[in-house]
């Protein structure tokens, strides 16, 4: 049986319907039937490596896609579309297959083929008694779609899941299939590369540009993330003080304030969110502060609720009123901040896996994520609100998330701290004109900034420039290494030549 499929000319959507576009050719991808997990990965690799040869061939695009979660076009291309969901198999390597320098515990490795589901992930290491590091707030993301665009939590300390990753293996073509990882810190030995059949590459800038990398390096085929042993977080979802939140968004001094978390408060939790309603904005906020905690003997699933992000019938109810009554949006978040907001919990305990779980949020929302450092939340802030005091209001409402500085070059992550500063909402005009608007705000008062590469933004070439520098530079250049100028164009599609990313310069010898 063919695991690739063409299925040719197809309508192709991604799960929030921003995207609705013809593509010319929907691929779909499976592993074989039988064998071994090495042989099924092994065949699937030259299935993929063939298909990008012969596309590189006629002088195609083709786009790898994973859970479609990005609201941005970055997965769609209207030529070739290659779906990665049923490429799931994931084991844990053996301790023969690390590097001598590599003193840590084997089991807490995972190699995971590029379309498994975190959710699936997750599953997996629970049964392990092991955890991922982090994830974002709901798990429906391939690992390969996750990194790729930098999907964030709120691990203060941590960092992204991109940050978990140790190690890629990457198919270009049907001879240039490798695996990189860091030559500062090498995980696996040869003998690993050599059972995936690819070449390893110990090179730390390309790493760090290929691990969140817009489907822009090439087929990320597997994936290594270092995991650890699972561990519980205990939540506290409350209102927190008005001044509280203002000094915990621009320092995260958790020692400086009295939290209503109990014993825990003056500690400094694992993740940390505050949601803002910008029509009501000097009322106390409602926090999500959740505090680390080792992993039980035994876990006891608790009662979920599905809703992890904002309930979708309130937000569904609230694009319904602002659409048939312009201008109502300030009226209608008033009325329904207590059903948007998450509801108190006091002390409850659950695994990462069940904290951050599935979400039935679907339709037409709107999601733009701005990074800023940590001590311009509070400006930034009060600019945004200024604005739409300027502009008018808008459907939506404000969460600022909290993240460690990542080492990938293009993660949007690249402050000391960033805070991701999240506008949520109802997709329409009125939002996409907002969010236009705010570049030249930030500009203005002096605060440098990044987008999410998953979410609505108004960016183009130059401000990807503003936001990187030097940065995307070195990003470009890496591409040369492991590819040349048109396998460089096969993997770009108009949203990434848009923003620049495009870009090729024969800048070194390739790993070839
Ligand atoms: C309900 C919902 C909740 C979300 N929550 C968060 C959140 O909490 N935090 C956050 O940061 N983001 C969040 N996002 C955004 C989302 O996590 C990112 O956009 C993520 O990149 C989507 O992953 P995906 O598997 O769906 O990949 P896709 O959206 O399908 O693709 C993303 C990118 O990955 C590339 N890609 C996919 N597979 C491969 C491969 N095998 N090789 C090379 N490139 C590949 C694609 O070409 C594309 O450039 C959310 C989105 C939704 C819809």
Same mark, same amino acid.
């Given at each position: ?249 621009? =320092?995260? +001094?958790?020692?400086?304030?009295? /939290? ?5 408060? *003056?500690?400094? &939790?694992?993740? $940390?969110? #505050? ?101 311009? =939340?509070? +400006?930034?802030?009060?600019?945004? /609100? ?5 502009? *008018?209001?808008? &459907?939506?409402? $404000?969460? #600022? ?112």
């Amino acid at each position: 049986m063919d695991r690739i499929k063409h299925t040719g000319p197809k309508l192709w959507t991604n799960l929030h319907e921003s995207v609705i576009s013809m593509t010319s050719d929907l691929i779909t991808s499976g592993n074989a039937r039988v064998g071994t997990i090495l042989e099924k990965y092994n065949e699937t690799a030259e299935d993929i490596a063939l298909l990008l040869s012969e596309t590189l061939h006629s002088q195609k695009k083709i786009r790898p896609c994973g859970g479609k979660w990005s609201i941005t076009p970055v997965a769609f291309e209207k030529t070739a579309i290659i779906e990665t969901d049923h490429l799931n198999l994931r084991w844990t390597p053996a301790s023969s297959e690390t590097n001598p320098t590599f003193i840590q515990d084997p089991k807490n490795l995972l190699f995971a083929q590029c379309g498994a589901k975190i959710k699936s992930l997750s599953i997996y290491l629970r049964d392990r008694k092991k955890s991922l590091k982090a994830s974002g707030a709901s798990n429906g993301q391939t690992i390969a779609g996750a990194i790729s665009c930098g999907t964030h939590g709120s691990a203060i300390d941590f960092g992204s899941i991109h940050d978990s990753v140790v190690g890629l293996n990457i198919i270009v073509n049907k001879n240039k299939n490798y695996y990189i990882q860091r030559a500062s810190r090498p995980i696996m030995n040869e003998t690993f590369a050599a059972s995936i059949q690819a070449k390893l590459i110990n090179d730390d800038d390309l790493f760090n540009a290929a691990v969140v990398s817009m489907g822009c390096f090439g087929f990320i085929h597997g994936v290594m993330l270092e995991t650890e042993d699972w561990f519980m977080l205990k939540n506290y979802t409350k209102n927190i003080t008005l001044q509280d939140a203002e000094l915990l968004m621009n =320092t995260l +001094q958790f020692d400086a304030v009295n /939290l209503p978390t109990g014993a825990e408060s *003056g500690q400094r &939790p694992y993740h $940390f969110k #505050l949601l803002i309603n910008p029509f009501n904005p000097t009322k106390n906020p409602k926090a999500e502060i959740l505090y680390k905690k080792p992993g039980p003997d035994k876990y006891i699933r608790p009662a979920l609720n599905d809703e992890s992000t904002y309930p979708k019938d309130a937000l569904g109810f609230i694009a319904k009123i602002t659409q048939n009554i312009p201008g109502s949006d300030r009226l209608t978040i008033n009325l329904l901040e207590s059903s948007i907001f998450p509801k108190d919990i006091d002390g409850a305990e659950a695994l990462l896996y069940d904290t951050f779980s599935d979400t039935s949020l679907h339709g037409k929302t709107f999601a733009c994520a701005i990074g800023i450092p940590l001590d311009k =939340t509070h +400006q930034t802030l009060t600019s945004l /609100l200024k604005l739409i005091d300027n502009h *008018g209001s808008i &459907p939506a409402i $404000f969460a #600022l998330r909290f993240i460690k500085k990542s080492n990938a070059l293009m993660a949007f992550s690249r402050f000391e701290h960033t805070c991701v500063f999240e506008i949520d909402g109802v997709r329409n005009q009125n939002m996409s004109d907002y969010i236009k608007k705010i570049p030249a705000i930030l500009r203005q008062n002096n605060i440098p900034f990044t987008f999410h590469w998953g979410k609505d933004n108004p960016a183009d070439q130059a401000m990807i420039a503003e936001m990187y520098g030097a940065s995307l530079t070195l990003w470009i250049n890496q591409k040369s290494k492991i590819m040349n100028s048109p396998e460089a164009a096969m993997f770009s599609n108009d949203y990434t030549d848009h923003l620049g990313l495009d870009d090729w310069t024969p800048e070194y010898e390739e790993y070839v």
